[in-house]
């Protein structure tokens, strides 16, 4: 017999939802600001070990975000194997010399000058851990059948977004990397062809000499990014 497509609606009392006072609410809202917005991007990277298990509690963290259809199109492939990281660093620079050689274009080129960037990554040998991000355009459900993802772009820039949050939270730095076209990191991390990696997500600890480029810290203010409606 062949596994059901679809489940029936089970509802559950929602079980650890937690209420705060506005003023909570607030002093909270504020706490996180305050943390998240010390998150910066990070090119320099120390060799410094992180321990495996907060990079896996991490991943359980952005393994919580919502998903179309809750199929959860992610897969998070963690190398910290010294070779595997050369073969990443060294396909990563091949793309990255064609791309500052002049595919990029100049308008984007012109773009990326503020940020410093070249086509050379030795943080993708330094760094403890390098996550790739992968999404799913199908994959098996917990009976094993192969079903069709939804919303995948959404939901894996929510997992990691989430995943993002929780290494800074818990003390780490990281760069969004992408190499692109980045179907290499397929191969290396043998993962199907039916997902596509999405980013690759350097972690660990920052250089003691790490710079950020002043660019980076100018955001824009609130009242740019926002319009209320009341
Ligand atoms: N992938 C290249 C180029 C690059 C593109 C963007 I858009 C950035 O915000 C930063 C870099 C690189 O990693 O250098």
């Known amino acids: 017999m062949s596994a059901p497509l679809t489940a029936d609606f089970v509802p559950i009392p929602l079980p650890d939802f937690v209420e705060h ?4 609410m607030q002093r909270r809202a504020e ?11 990070v090119r320099e ?10 990079i896996e509690t991490c991943l359980t963290a952005a393994g919580t975000a919502p998903s179309g259809a809750n199929h959860q199109p992610w897969h998070f492939s963690v190398i910290g194997n010294p070779a595997m990281k050369s073969r990443i660093r060294a396909a990563a620079e091949e793309e990255e010399r064609a791309f500052y050689g002049g595919r990029a274009g100049v308008e984007w080129l012109a773009a990326l000058k503020p940020l410093g960037t070249d086509q ?3 943080f993708l040998d330094i760094a403890p851990w390098l ?7 199908k994959s098996r459900s917990a009976d094993g059948v192969m079903r069709k993802n939804y919303y995948v772009p959404e939901s894996v820039s929510i997992a990691t977004g989430f995943l993002i949050a929780a290494l800074h939270h818990a003390g780490l730095a990281t760069l969004t990397h992408t190499p692109a076209p980045m179907s290499f990191l397929n191969e290396i991390c043998g993962r199907p062809e039916t997902e596509k990696p999405y980013i690759l ?6 250089a003691a000499s790490a710079h950020i480029p002043q660019h980076a810290t100018e955001k824009k203010p609130l009242s ?3 319009t209320f409606f009341e």
């Open 31 to 41: 706490a996180f600001y305050e943390g998240l917005r010390r998150r910066h991007t």
């Open 224 to 226: 740019e990014i926002s």
């Open 21 to 24: 006072s506005p003023d909570d």
């Open 45 to 54: 990277f120390s060799s410094r070990p992180v321990p495996r298990s907060v």
């Open 201 to 206: 997500l350097v972690t660990g600890y920052p």
């Open 131 to 137: 996550i790739c991000v992968f999404g799913a355009r």
């Open 120 to 122: 050379d990554k030795p």
